[in-house]
């Protein structure tokens, strides 16, 4: 369905590219509802893929998922000061219940006697709205910990948006637990933090550093939090999933309490954690090349596609045959192995579908393949053409398959390591961030005031104190005052 | 959490012990949003087990999932005229996008500068937004048919709510297609009323009549819509799920053409068919009993529960050690198992706990069984309770497993098939519906007068016209005149 476009190549402008990217592979595009894009089929069977594999993470680490309303009673958003302060501004808001036939005659207008007493938010989060209910349910220290996972989709009005990464509707799981005490909270923000990565890295292949959010990035209303922050192939962050520690401020404000073994009511302690379809966008950026969308196959819909070559009925019926074999002979290794025998597409046209598809392993099979009995084998990622022997051929591609997982990771990896840089000039690290981009790792005093300069003057954002800091202690990078931590800065989506 | 509670007796109060239930085991409840449920983590373990089969069963069908915005723009719900009518009375608008502070300091308001240009629907079904795209992604037969299924919240503003079977916000599957000729949409609507039909007797064990739904009970904007009609417990119908033919209303208020191998421009034709978790509350109200919810196997979160008793620690290791085993060998059998190893309850509140809850087999394992080389085996829906020897223990359950989800349908069409009237006079009618509630099956000529006439006189509406029609003609059981075909009245839900 989609038309033909070539590809911006990166190097002439990463953002176009990206959106190129996109369209070719037929992931997604923007609705006529401003900010809301609609996810397509090809785009959703790999969100699938993903939120499958989080979710057998989530429940084996032992938590539930529940559904909560998809709103939020105005004076409930407001009760945690610093979280209604960060939602605020980007809240789509129900007003009214009805419409009815406009007078005039020109269709549907709102019904004005249909307002609500109190205005509904659509969920920008759901500590809110979630934790009224555990305020409810938690009586005792026999009901702790409570540990739910919703998979839901939240709203927050963006003005400039762009597919998957920044759209106003998207979808996500946010997980919400509560416990008696702060180390059991903090042991869980960690826990997930380590889910994410795990899911990141080996099975998404991104690259990326854990670490905690300063104080001005974290989460409105969180003691702590965390993040995985991900390379990209221009040098710049994305923030891939991040988890909160969050004391007791939602408990204080939803009065979420239990009554201890020592008989005394206590405040619980909270975690919330999520992950988004932003993370597709993280996908792209990490692996893709001007050809197209690069998929790791543990997360491919279609691992490995089998493209028949044939003229005549005669050829066709032989080669779809084979074609047929190969395919059973892949899934019963448990590939996903497809055949394309669209008969009014070349095999040139499909070749360069699949590309754009980002579909690991394509298989071509035509009459002078089978006399030898080879098949073409072509891989993504390197773009590799090599015959193969048909009769162990599942066995090769399963191989294939497994090394390629290994080498797009390790290729991401090569990446962020070839473009991070530790830096403790600032003149220098002006150089950098503008010359070649990348994760600037510094020594930072923590003040708010150096890091709002920071950004001010080099667009580079505070992305996190990474977990595995090597060295000692220096000097602020901006201010020269001794300092503790490094840091990462870098430009970010 | 749940408190505990003594559930109403079914022949009472049918309303009230519906709502026992669903409390007792722990499945919903009202949260501070008017009408909108919170799906506890029990309720949604059930429905996931319920999504995740109708999942499988739309994608072997050839359907692919997707997702589309929330939103929906106040001028797209307009342009098909009898949907906007059927829809615009239950919707939920929204009309800003931005929150600020009260500048008389109480919290926050809503930004009156942030006022959309046009307002927004919470989706109340997505054949508007969705038609909008496919108009632009359908050009040629080539692209047809378009086979997208969706997983969504829906909003529909209701007035008076009881949870699952009537809420404000609650989830479902939508599936969408575009096809080239009216029978091929014919024959996709059918197929997926086919698909319900499957799902709701086969895995929910629900006994159901499919038919097609009368012209004032059709689908907001459809040709024809068909239905499955589950009975309950108090006779009264359940519309379970709904298939429709759409015929090329959509199409042409959107304009979803296509270039056919004929060379000329030609709309669609289209369906839409949607399940939802009121589909819970049809589960519930047909097998659960006075002590609560009833499980069928196939789609029970926990299959069998192991209740360990002992007194003495060293009772209780050897006893556990029995019951892991006993886990060990049904979950190698692939039943869900589970050990109730909680040391703070009573075995007594064990069986009560799970009893409400609907598990359909409860093993009892104590020192006197071990002795002897047996447990006790207690089958949730039947009461059955029987000593059974440990060591075939799995093959044991695994067949009474089987027995119980067959004799649950059994059970289920046989109280519909004593709860169906064939009724020709107009005053029988109104005594059985009155005193035996239950499926009637009438000649009715056709005309809504008489559809509208029965349901003002007897709160019994048209359920369905079922396909299953062995009679020839008749009377119209309201006003006489010669009638084709029969169809049900009940009261419903």
């Known amino acids: 369905m989609a038309q033909e476009k070539n590809i911006t190549k990166r190097d002439d402008d990463f953002s176009q590219w990206y959106l190129d990217v996109v369209e070719a592979a037929d992931m997604a595009e923007h ?130 948006t762009r597919l998957f990464l920044r759209t106003a509707e998207f979808l996500w799981q946010e997980g919400h637990t509560a416990h008696a005490t702060h180390d059991e909270a903090e042991t869980e923000t960690l826990k997930m933090l380590d889910v994410y990565k795990d899911l990141a890295e080996n099975y998404l292949a991104l690259s990326l550093v854990p670490g905690q959010k300063s104080e001005s990035e974290k989460f409105a209303g969180a003691l702590r939090t965390y993040t995985i922050e991900a390379m990209m192939q221009d040098g710049k962050a994305l923030q891939a999933g991040t988890s909160h520690n969050l004391g007791q401020n939602f408990a204080k404000a939803f009065e979420v309490m239990f009554a201890d073994k020592d008989g005394e009511r206590k405040h619980v302690w909270q975690t919330s954690w999520g992950l988004s379809t932003r993370i597709m966008g993280g996908l792209i950026m990490t692996h893709s090349d001007d050809k197209g969308l690069v998929l790791p196959p543990k997360i491919a819909p279609t691992q490995v596609v089998i493209v028949p070559i044939y003229k005549t009925p005669e050829e066709q019926a032989s080669v779809l045959s084979v074609a047929q074999e190969i395919e059973q002979g892949l899934k019963a290794k448990q590939i996903l192995a497809k055949t394309d025998n669209r008969d009014f597409l070349t095999p040139g046209a499909k070749f360069n579908e699949w590309e754009k598809k980002g579909v690991p392993v394509r298989i071509e099979i035509g009459p002078k393949d089978i006399a030898s009995g080879k098949a073409v084998f072509v891989r993504r990622d390197t773009g590799t053409k090599q015959a193969i022997e048909i009769s162990p051929l599942a066995e090769v591609i399963e191989k294939q398959l497994q090394q390629m997982q290994i080498d797009l990771f390790e290729k991401a990896k090569a990446y962020r390591k070839a473009k991070t840089f530790h830096i403790d000039s600032y003149e220098e690290f002006k150089k950098v961030i503008e010359e070649t981009p990348g994760f600037i790792y510094s020594y930072w005093c923590g003040s708010e005031k150096c890091e709002a300069e920071i950004a001010e003057e080099t667009k580079a954002s505070t992305r996190c104190i990474p977990f595995d800091q090597t060295e000692g202690s220096g000097k602020c990078i901006k201010c020269g005052r001794a300092a503790e931590k490094k840091i990462i800065f870098a430009k970010a989506y």
């Open 31 to 160: 609705s006529p509802v401003r900010g809301c894009m609609v996810i397509k089929p090809y785009g959703y069977a790999i969100w699938e893929n993903i939120r499958d594999i989080l979710d057998r993470m989530i429940k084996a680490t032992g938590h539930v998922n529940a559904y909560f309303p998809l709103f939020i009673p105005k004076s409930f958003l407001s009760k945690e000061a610093s979280h209604v302060e960060g939602f605020a501004k980007e809240c789509a808001v129900v007003t009214h219940y009805r419409l009815k036939n406009d007078p005039d005659g020109k269709g549907v207008v709102v019904d004005p006697e249909a307002k609500l007493e109190e205005e509904l938010i659509v969920r920008p989060t759901s500590e809110t709205i979630m934790y009224s209910m555990y305020a409810k349910w938690i009586q005792s220290w026999r009901d702790l910990p409570v540990l739910i996972n919703q998979w839901a989709n939240v709203v927050r009005w963006e003005m400039r």
